[in-house]
């Protein structure tokens, strides 16, 4: 079992910044993709960004550029760095591990991970 506890949104102004964490803990042995997803009501739930044990990260062509994804071992902490935030970007940022080596979207839809934390809001007002 892994355990997995998210925290860091808000509501901020269009072009702001937002680091979100997620402390994770539990049975983590082998290699273990994690990651961002986002949704939004209504909407399918969205990847974000994905980084394996190697520390290889993916992400989604909407905010590359702008998110970045790290992950401090040390700490069990996997981080999102929110940069240049537009107001499509409001949802609620969930995180999310698997044990796997392939660690990309292309191989993934969110049903297959079975590790989620509860999520954390992202408010962006324009």
């Known amino acids: 079992q892994v355990q997995l506890v998210e925290s860091g949104g808000g509501s901020v102004q269009a072009g702001g910044s937002l680091r979100l964490s997620c402390a994770f803990s539990g049975d983590i042995h082998g290699p273990i993709c994690m990651g961002w997803f986002r949704q939004v009501p209504g909407k399918k739930r969205e990847g974000v960004a994905l980084t394996d044990a190697h520390g290889s990260t993916t992400i989604a062509v909407s905010v590359k550029d702008r998110f970045t994804i790290s992950k401090d071992n040390a700490e069990n902490t996997l981080y999102l760095q929110l940069n240049s935030l537009k107001p499509e970007d409001t949802a609620r940022y969930y995180c999310?591990?698997?044990?796997?080596?392939?660690?990309?979207?292309?191989?993934?839809?969110?049903?297959?991970?079975?590790?989620w934390g509860q999520g954390t809001q992202v408010n962006v007002s324009s």
């Open positions: 999310t591990a698997k044990f796997t080596t392939y660690c990309q979207f292309r191989y993934w839809l969110p049903a297959d991970f079975p590790y």
